[in-house]
């Protein structure tokens, strides 16, 4: 089943990562450079998840183009989900935080196989695609060529098809035989594509550095300076706004007081007033409560 | 400074620990709280994400509403990464915990716990949910003493109309649903939240014309900016306890360090329960060992009674942890109201139209401000949240894949799945067009569900939590159910487009893991060790109905409170 070949695949992967990165860290105190592979992974996963959408262009405007690589969110995402999650083990780093990046990547590719084996891509692969992710500050197609996995080869929705793949790791807990990596696929999921969306989408591209601390990093909070504000118009946040419009409420009801500001319903008297009344602390019967719905046992 | 022994020792600072902490106190008894977070807007750690700070907090006086202002900034994406569950140190990632498939837990870790998050909503339960389900061994009238006092701690009212609440209400109404003015809630119908926010001032009315700053003390109340997901300081320069969000940082801590009686002291992640046994005997709880989240530092305090708020996961992780007696509840039946997202989007004329203005901008306003309740299936609530918010909740994630590979045909939703690409562009592109409606269903309590450990999977604080989440087939049915009604509102309200998520279990609301009547007794004293109570969401035998959980779990809390005294002191 090809479920259980890649939890085993991505158990061994996960193993042999983590162990690598954890000797590493230990004996030198610091992390490596960002593996080519997943560099490039990265790019291939921000590339899908945001793209750049010429085509939006006319039909919504032309701050609706840039996506996710013109601001680095897939160095960023890197950084993310190294830094997210800890616990607190020595052989992990002076911070004990787990580096997922490198084992997400290799998850992506086995993912993508998967796609490939089972015919369901809608387009072939190509280097020549993945290639073409690469920024201007990145080694170069020829020195890269060697660490582009299956992933990064996909057209974008294939991409996404190969995500969605992972939200089949619905695998069943066992108290006895647990393993950590077989139980978090679906985090992995997660991972590039809700909180890639979450960063991207979020206020966090205007910080002039987020890794600093809190007390030390700047935002702009200007709605021109963080790019996803420009694509929803955010405004930015606010202390405030003159938004009330008062309180909902009926005729002889207890909930709204004063002038009705606007009418919701004529015939039921729900009106928006301009005082607030409060809640009824009225008696109660449940005794013809029925199960709307069916219930089970278990 | 922590001393040697307490009367009463309370784990966890979250939403309910702090009420309980509060009765105590009150009664004269001397009260450590622990909590494994940090404490925001205390001059005792006025950088509390980057230095280790003090060791403890007595004194009301050390509580700084400028401290909270700095500390809280709003930014979504910094204030997610501040409060969500994990070590007070801004340089380490969040405390892992398994959750099945791609969903998640929201909690957060720090005093005020999960209320840091939370939007204020503070309704009852459904009444039919503790007297008709048949999982309490309790009445829903025995809470209604606590439900007031809570209430009026945290300043429950009706919460104000925007725009955003009063195009759900029109779209509520047009689809034929009453307008539900009770505290008791026994039929369908929409009303607006019960909040526990102050109200805004009057001066922020629309027709007001109002152009001065929305600071402190030019207003006072809520300043009706979004801002409650990410902890909410408004209004900005007020002292700390005229902050409008009545958080339980913000409503009991006060009340608590006012005694007297009470140290809290953060960053301390309890690891185990001390218990002695006479031969033969039920144990008996004697104090705690706790750990330092900076120094690492172990330490252990004794009491005379143990009460675990550590929330619906970390109360029975630690049960497990600890090594207390077996029960085939402690940590089962899980609850997590089961949820999904329904957005509506908007063209600017019927935006026009229907509430005067062509956007919706769900920036103005509490971010939950209307409602609607279904005894029996749970409830659905409007959602404002800043894009990063919104994009992760409602669009993120799906158990039926991306959008593109549905085919919802006659389904009352346009579209369903996840969206990423070009999709998600176009879609967010009219962010100050949508709506998104919460749905939260009535599950119900099943045993395979719910808290286990991994043995030889542990962090720092021993092995982690791994929860376990099916809902059943009535758990779906009513989800579906919501989401029809939900769709329905957004097309009555003029929706053009509704996009339903399919969200995979996600956990906003944690409960049900320690049942009363299962692993508590009706005092939520722990059946199988003596002076150990619980009072945190995960004594609540049920989900209460669907409805938001934490005016429920701070009245049993209070009550709580009280039976300790009556039986210990």
Same mark, same amino acid.
């Not at chain 1, 200007?222 to 706004?241: E, H, I, K, L, M």
């Not at chain 2, 309370?10 to 309980?20: M, Q």
């Given at each position: 089943?090809?479920?259980?070949?890649?939890?085993?695949?991505? !158990?061994?992967?996960?193993?042999?990562?983590?162990?690598?990165?954890?000797?590493?860290?230990?004996?030198?105190?610091?992390?490596?450079?960002?593996?080519? =592979?997943?560099?490039?992974?990265?790019?291939?996963?921000?590339?899908?998840?945001?793209?750049?959408?010429?085509?939006?262009?006319?039909?919504?405007?032309?701050? =609706?183009?840039?996506?996710?690589?013109?601001?680095?969110?897939?160095?960023?995402?890197?950084?993310?989900?190294?830094?997210?999650?800890?616990?607190?083990?020595?052989?992990?780093?002076?911070?004990?935080?787990?580096?997922?990046? #490198?084992?997400?990547?290799?998850?992506?590719?086995?993912?993508?196989?998967?796609?490939?084996?089972?015919?369901?891509?809608?387009?072939?692969?190509?280097?020549?695609?993945?290639?073409?992710?690469?920024?201007?500050?990145?080694?170069?197609?020829?020195?890269?060529?060697?660490?582009?996995?299956?992933?990064?080869?996909?057209?974008?929705? #294939?991409?996404?098809?190969?995500?969605?793949?992972? #939200?089949?790791?619905?695998?069943?807990?066992?108290?006895?035989?647990?393993?950590?990596?077989?139980?978090?696929?679906?985090?992995?999921?997660?991972?590039?594509?809700?909180?890639?969306?979450?960063?991207?989408?979020?206020?966090?591209?205007?910080?002039?550095?987020?890794?600093?601390?809190?007390?030390?990093?700047?935002?702009?909070?200007?709605?021109?300076?963080?790019?996803?504000?420009?694509?929803?118009?955010?405004?930015?946040?606010?202390?405030?706004?003159?938004?009330?419009?008062?309180?909902?409420?009926?005729?002889?009801?207890?909930?709204?007081?004063?002038?009705?500001? !606007?009418?919701?319903?004529?015939?039921?008297?729900?009106?928006?007033?301009?005082?607030?009344?409060?809640?009824?602390?009225?008696?109660?019967?449940?005794?013809?409560?029925?199960?709307?719905?069916?219930?089970?046992?278990? | 400074? @922590?001393?040697?022994?307490?009367?009463?020792?309370?784990?966890?600072?979250?939403?309910?620990?702090?009420?309980?902490?509060?009765?105590?106190?009150?009664?004269?008894?001397?009260?450590?709280?622990?909590?494994?977070?940090?404490?925001?807007?205390?001059?005792?750690?006025?950088?509390?994400?980057?230095?280790?700070?003090?060791?403890?907090?007595?004194?009301?006086?050390?509580?700084?509403?400028?401290?909270?202002?700095?500390?809280?900034?709003?930014?979504?994406?910094?204030?997610?990464?501040?409060?969500?569950?994990?070590?007070?140190?801004?340089?380490?990632?969040?405390?892992?915990?398994?959750?099945?498939?791609?969903?998640?837990?929201?909690?957060?870790?720090?005093?005020?716990?999960?209320?840091?998050?939370?939007?204020?909503?503070?309704?009852?339960?459904?009444?039919?949910?503790?007297?008709?389900? $048949?999982?309490?061994?309790?009445?829903?009238?025995?809470?209604?003493?606590?439900?007031?006092?809570?209430?009026?701690?945290?300043? @429950?009212?009706?919460?104000?109309?925007?725009? *955003?609440?009063?195009?759900?209400?029109?779209?509520?109404?047009?689809?034929?649903?009453?307008?539900?003015?009770?505290?008791?809630?026994?039929?369908?119908?929409?009303?607006?939240?019960?909040?526990?926010?102050?109200?805004?001032?009057?001066?922020?009315?629309?027709?007001?014309?109002?152009?001065?700053?929305?600071?402190?003390?030019?207003?006072?109340?809520?300043?009706?900016?979004?801002?409650?997901?990410?902890?909410?300081?408004?209004?900005?320069?007020?002292?700390?306890?005229? *902050?409008? *969000?009545?958080?339980?940082?913000?409503?009991?801590?006060?009340?608590?360090?006012?005694?007297?009686?009470?140290?809290?002291?953060?960053?301390?992640?309890?690891?185990?329960?001390?218990?002695?046994?006479?031969?033969?005997?039920?144990?008996?709880?004697?104090?705690?060992?706790?750990?330092?989240?900076?120094?690492?530092?172990?330490?252990?305090?004794?009491?005379?009674?143990?009460?675990?708020?550590?929330?619906?996961?970390?109360?029975?992780?630690?049960?497990?942890?600890?090594?207390?007696?077996?029960?085939?509840?402690?940590?089962?039946?899980?609850?997590?109201?089961?949820?999904?997202?329904?957005?509506?989007?908007?063209?600017?004329?019927?935006?026009?139209?229907?509430? $005067?203005?062509?956007?919706?901008?769900?920036?103005?306003?509490?971010?939950?401000?209307?409602?609607?309740?279904?005894?029996?299936?749970?409830?659905?609530?409007?959602?404002?949240?800043?894009?990063?918010?919104?994009?992760?909740?409602?669009?993120?994630?799906?158990?039926?894949?991306?959008?593109?590979?549905?085919?919802?045909?006659?389904?009352?939703?346009?579209?369903?799945?996840?969206?990423?690409?070009?999709?998600?562009?176009?879609?967010?592109?009219?962010?100050?067009?949508?709506?998104?409606?919460?749905?939260?269903?009535?599950?119900?309590?099943?045993?395979?569900?719910?808290?286990?450990?991994?043995?030889?999977?542990?962090?720092?604080?021993?092995?982690?939590?791994?929860?376990?989440?099916?809902?059943?087939?009535?758990?779906?049915?009513?989800?579906?159910?919501?989401?029809?009604?939900?769709?329905?509102?957004?097309?009555?309200?003029?929706?053009?487009?509704?996009?339903?998520?399919?969200?995979?279990?996600?956990?906003?609301?944690?409960?049900?893991?320690?049942?009363?009547? *299962?692993?508590?007794?009706?005092?939520?004293?722990?059946?199988?060790?003596?002076?150990?109570?619980?009072?945190?969401?995960?004594?609540?035998?049920?989900?209460?109905?669907?409805?938001?959980?934490?005016?429920?779990?701070?009245?049993?809390?209070?009550?709580?409170?009280?039976?300790?005294?009556?039986?210990?002191?």
């Amino acid at each position: 089943m090809v479920t259980s070949r890649i939890d085993e695949w991505v !158990t061994t992967t996960w193993r042999s990562v983590a162990s690598t990165w954890g000797l590493l860290l230990e004996f030198a105190g610091i992390g490596p450079d960002v593996d080519p =592979h997943t560099r490039v992974t990265f790019r291939a996963i921000a590339d899908a998840v945001v793209p750049e959408t010429p085509a939006l262009a006319e039909e919504l405007g032309p701050e =609706h183009v840039a996506g996710g690589l013109a601001v680095d969110l897939d160095e960023f995402a890197i950084t993310y989900v190294d830094d997210g999650f800890q616990f607190g083990l020595p052989h992990l780093g002076p911070q004990g935080n787990m580096p997922i990046a #490198d084992p997400i990547a290799h998850v992506l590719d086995t993912a993508a196989l998967t796609l490939l084996e089972r015919g369901d891509n809608e387009e072939e692969p190509s280097l020549d695609r993945a290639l073409s992710l690469l920024g201007p500050d990145d080694p170069s197609a020829a020195k890269t060529e060697s660490a582009v996995g299956p992933f990064a080869k996909l057209s974008r929705r #294939d991409r996404l098809r190969a995500i969605a793949i992972l #939200d089949e790791f619905e695998v069943e807990f066992s108290p006895t035989d647990h393993d950590l990596l077989e139980l978090d696929a679906g985090l992995v999921g997660q991972l590039v594509v809700g909180f890639m969306e979450m960063i991207y989408y979020s206020e966090w591209q205007g910080y002039d550095d987020f890794t600093e601390p809190p007390s030390r990093r700047n935002h702009p909070n200007d709605p021109d300076a963080v790019q996803s504000w420009r694509q929803t118009g955010f405004p930015g946040f606010a202390n405030g706004y003159a938004a009330l419009r008062g309180y909902v409420g009926t005729d002889d009801g207890p909930l709204g007081d004063g002038d009705a500001w !606007t009418t919701i319903d004529e015939t039921t008297g729900v009106r928006i007033r301009r005082e607030s009344g409060s809640f009824r602390e009225n008696d109660y019967d449940t005794g013809g409560y029925e199960e709307p719905f069916p219930v089970e046992s278990g | 400074m @922590v001393e040697d022994s307490y009367d009463a020792i309370v784990v966890g600072a979250g939403g309910d620990g702090p009420v309980t902490a509060w009765k105590l106190a009150e009664a004269g008894l001397s009260v450590l709280v622990l909590e494994a977070g940090p404490f925001h807007g205390n001059e005792q750690w006025p950088n509390p994400h980057e230095e280790p700070g003090g060791e403890a907090s007595s004194s009301v006086e050390d509580l700084s509403g400028d401290l909270l202002d700095e500390q809280f900034t709003t930014r979504e994406f910094e204030m997610i990464t501040n409060l969500v569950f994990g070590p007070a140190d801004h340089e380490r990632g969040f405390w892992f915990r398994k959750f099945p498939g791609d969903g998640a837990i929201l909690q957060c870790a720090g005093v005020g716990g999960t209320t840091l998050h939370y939007t204020g909503c503070h309704p009852r339960a459904y009444p039919a949910s503790i007297d008709e389900q $048949g999982h309490w061994p309790i009445e829903y009238a025995d809470l209604l003493p606590y439900y007031r006092e809570v209430e009026e701690m945290c300043e @429950v009212t009706p919460a104000p109309v925007t725009a *955003k609440e009063e195009l759900f209400f029109r779209g509520a109404e047009a689809a034929g649903w009453d307008l539900i003015e009770d505290l008791n809630v026994t039929e369908p119908g929409y009303r607006p939240q019960p909040n526990a926010i102050k109200q805004p001032d009057g001066k922020l009315h629309v027709d007001a014309d109002y152009d001065g700053d929305f600071t402190y003390p030019d207003v006072e109340g809520d300043s009706l900016a979004l801002g409650n997901i990410a902890g909410n300081p408004h209004p900005r320069g007020a002292p700390f306890e005229e *902050k409008a *969000k009545r958080a339980s940082n913000v409503s009991f801590v006060p009340a608590a360090l006012r005694t007297d009686n009470v140290t809290v002291r953060p960053n301390a992640f309890v690891t185990d329960v001390l218990t002695e046994t006479p031969r033969g005997d039920t144990p008996t709880a004697t104090g705690v060992e706790f750990r330092d989240t900076w120094s690492g530092s172990v330490e252990r305090v004794e009491a005379e009674v143990v009460v675990l708020a550590a929330g619906a996961i970390e109360t029975p992780r630690l049960w497990l942890n600890a090594d207390l007696p077996a029960n085939d509840w402690v940590g089962r039946g899980l609850t997590i109201h089961f949820g999904d997202n329904v957005m509506g989007l908007w063209d600017p004329d019927d935006l026009e139209e229907t509430i $005067g203005k062509p956007t919706v901008d769900q920036h103005e306003g509490q971010d939950i401000a209307a409602r609607f309740d279904y005894p029996g299936v749970g409830m659905l609530q409007t959602v404002g949240t800043a894009p990063g918010i919104g994009a992760i909740l409602g669009f993120g994630a799906s158990a039926s894949g991306f959008a593109f590979q549905n085919d919802p045909a006659d389904a009352p939703w346009d579209t369903m799945g996840r969206l990423a690409g070009g999709d998600l562009k176009r879609l967010l592109s009219d962010h100050r067009r949508m709506l998104q409606i919460l749905v939260v269903s009535d599950d119900r309590p099943h045993q395979r569900n719910g808290v286990t450990v991994a043995p030889g999977v542990a962090d720092e604080h021993g092995p982690i939590p791994v929860v376990n989440y099916e809902p059943s087939e009535g758990d779906r049915r009513r989800r579906d159910e919501l989401a029809r009604i939900a769709a329905d509102v957004l097309r009555e309200a003029g929706a053009s487009h509704v996009h339903r998520s399919d969200s995979p279990p996600t956990a906003l609301h944690v409960h049900s893991t320690m049942r009363m009547g *299962k692993v508590v007794d009706e005092a939520c004293e722990a059946y199988d060790v003596d002076r150990l109570f619980v009072a945190d969401h995960s004594v609540l035998a049920n989900g209460v109905g669907g409805a938001n959980p934490t005016n429920t779990g701070q009245a049993l809390a209070a009550r709580t409170g009280e039976r300790i005294v009556e039986r210990h002191f």
